[in-house]
């Protein structure tokens, strides 16, 4: 679905990646207390909760008359891209570490592109392909450590095959999607979406044999102001500006640019949390706002 507005699809998956970062921040300064888990279920459950009286404000209601079809694909994009996508994601880092977030964060926009261009026929001109690649080139070349420290190579194949499907099911939730968002309205689909990742992840929590410590993380943490205000930027304000900005350029594009917010991590941690700026993630910052260019305008 196009809009009248030039460019406001591109602009909102931009506007995506720079909340998601802040979001991030916040999260970091919670003092990685909480469980990825428990803090997983905690913002997705704040994010349904606030996006009720949102339907309600804007004159929408949760069930709508239409195709049960509409409500299975968006419930199994949330199954796939929240509940299984964002649980495999954690495992990766797990594995990983911080030091090679990187390549999994890079993955993302490949399958993408690749799905989209499969299943919705959508392609990227030379120019747009090329800044997509310096995207994913400053991503890299900002995150990745030389040597993993402490990271045995067993852990960094399990992180990396992790990573790699999580990127996966993460792009195969957005594909899924995507066709809907010219029916639907975002709000709508951004609810019913977290639904399905919601039952996905109760399901998981369930299963799991270390549950009760992983909840007990979230009700003993001190910092619930950066918890909150984390989860109300990360998964109730940038949901919905991701999907908007989804309906309103190609998937592949906003996934390109959506890839950004490693890059803007960098700038809120330099600004908030004073973390040092050196010569490699320079580089990586202006390397992806060429590539950002690149993909929006042309």
Same mark, same amino acid.
């Given at each position: 679905?196009?809009?009248?507005? !030039? ?14 970062? @802040? ?12 469980? !990825? ?15 009720? !009286? ?18 299975? =694909? ?16 954690? #495992? ?60 045995? #190579? ?9 990573? =790699? ?13 995507? !066709? ?51 989860? @109300? ?30 890059? @803007?991590?960098? =700038? ?31």
């Amino acid at each position: 679905m196009s809009s009248s507005t !030039p460019f406001l699809g591109e602009a909102l998956s931009l506007l995506t990646a720079a909340i998601w970062a @802040f979001a991030v921040i916040l999260f970091k300064k919670s003092g990685e207390t909480v469980h !990825p888990l428990a803090l997983n279920l905690f913002k997705n459950l704040l994010a349904i909760g606030l996006l009720l !009286p949102t339907l309600w404000f804007s004159g929408q209601t949760l069930l709508l008359q239409t195709s049960a079809n509409a409500y299975i =694909i968006l419930f199994l994009s949330g199954a796939i891209g929240i509940g299984i996508g964002d649980t495999l994601f954690f #495992k990766s880092l797990n594995e990983l570490g911080a030091g090679l977030t990187g390549i999994v964060v890079c993955m993302y926009s490949p399958f993408i592109i690749v799905f989209s261009y499969v299943l919705l026929n959508e392609s990227l001109t030379n120019l747009q392909l090329m800044g997509a690649l310096l995207i994913i080139i400053a991503v890299l070349t900002s995150t990745i450590q030389r040597k993993p420290e402490n990271v045995a #190579k067993k852990n960094v194949i399990h992180g990396v095959t992790y990573g =790699i499907l999580a990127s996966a099911a993460m792009a195969v939730g957005v594909v899924i999607m995507k !066709p809907l968002l010219d029916t639907y309205s975002v709000i709508w689909v951004a609810e019913i979406r977290l639904l399905g990742g919601m039952v996905t992840l109760l399901l998981i929590l369930l299963c799991h044999p270390r549950r009760r410590g992983i909840m007990n993380s979230l009700l003993k943490t001190h910092h619930w102001h950066y918890v909150m205000g984390g989860s @109300f930027f990360g998964a109730y304000l940038a949901m919905i500006v991701w999907i908007a900005g989804i309906k309103y350029t190609q998937a592949s594009i906003a996934s390109a640019l959506n890839e950004t917010s490693t890059i @803007f991590i960098f =700038i809120f941690a330099g600004l908030i949390l004073k973390e040092p700026m050196n010569l490699r993630r320079t580089i990586g910052i202006v390397l992806a706002f060429i590539g950002a260019f690149l993909v929006m305008f042309f």
